[in-house]
Structures are given as C-alpha cells and as structure tokens.
C-alpha cells in the first residue's frame, strides 16, 4: 500500500490555508493522516480556538474508518444515529462526523491518507479540503467515482 508523502501533506496543508485567506476564512487548523490516522504534518493558524486538532483529526479519522467524507458520516449519524453512536464510541470518541474531512486518493483511486481541515463553515472546510488535495496533484472520492465498488460510492440503478 502506498502513502502520502510528506511533500504531498504539505502542500496540501499550505495550498488549504492559502485558499483560506484569500477566501477571508476564520483561522483554520489542518492536518494530514496517513492510512491507519498516523499524523503526517499538521498546522493551526494563529488565531484558531482551542481543540482544533483534536477536530481536525476526528474529521479524517471519519473519513478513513468509514470509507467516506466526514460530511458523509454526518449524514449518516443522522440517519443512523444509534449506528453512529456505537461507531463512535468503539473509536474511542475520535470520529467526528462533520464537513471538512476527505480521502485522499492517488491515480489509481487506492487511499493513500486523509485530510482534515477545521475552522470556518463545514462546507468551506470540505471546500479547502478539496482544494488542498487537487493542488498537490492528487484526487478525491468524487474524481474517482467512476470506479464505482472500488472506492465505496455504489450508484443505486434508476
């Protein structure tokens, strides 16, 4: 199995929080895992409130363990909340089901890490996510959905 690369976290953290300050966001706190939630690099801006790398974490620690964006996991909380509970209490609370949280796919569509970003408004932290893994030239569950079963996004037939 493949990994991200330190350079490849990097820039995905930096071209995150750039994208961040253009955008005139909140002070953000991003992190980058590798596969397994091992930290890779992580940065908080100055002004970010407390917990944020706990946040940022839990946001890929969703992402990986279940296969899917953290926003995804929300809404499955939401409609599964029972499930959800149950899963988050066997991570040791370290899922957070919230926005901002991303898979991290090479070419072939396998998961080399996750990325996790916290700060601003959920979609906003999904869209720096996004942002951050396009520009160190990688791709997301969504630039991959055509290979279907492989990466967990089965479409339902009409």
């Known amino acids: 199995m493949s990994t991200i690369t330190l350079a490849q976290a990097e820039r995905i953290i930096n071209a995150a929080i ?56 929300r809404e499955r909380a939401q409609e599964r909340p029972i499930f959800m509970r149950y899963l988050i209490a066997a991570s040791g609370e370290q899922i957070f089901p919230e926005g901002g949280g991303m898979l991290i796919r090479d070419d072939n569509g396998d998961v080399i890490g996750a990325v996790g970003v916290t700060g601003d408004t959920e979609d ?18 969504e630039d991959c959905a055509s290979m279907g079963r492989k990466i967990g996004l089965i479409k339902k037939n009409p």
């Open 18 to 73: 750039e994208r961040g300050a253009a955008l005139n966001c909140r002070p953000l706190s991003v992190i980058v895992v590798e596969p397994g939630c091992k930290v890779k690099a992580f940065k908080k801006e100055d002004g970010s409130s407390m917990i944020r790398f706990e946040m940022a974490y839990g946001k890929a620690y969703a992402a990986l363990s279940l296969g899917r964006s953290s926003k995804l996991v």
């Open 124 to 141: 906003r932290d999904e869209q720096l996510a996004i942002h951050g893994i396009h520009a160190a030239g990688l791709k997301t569950d």
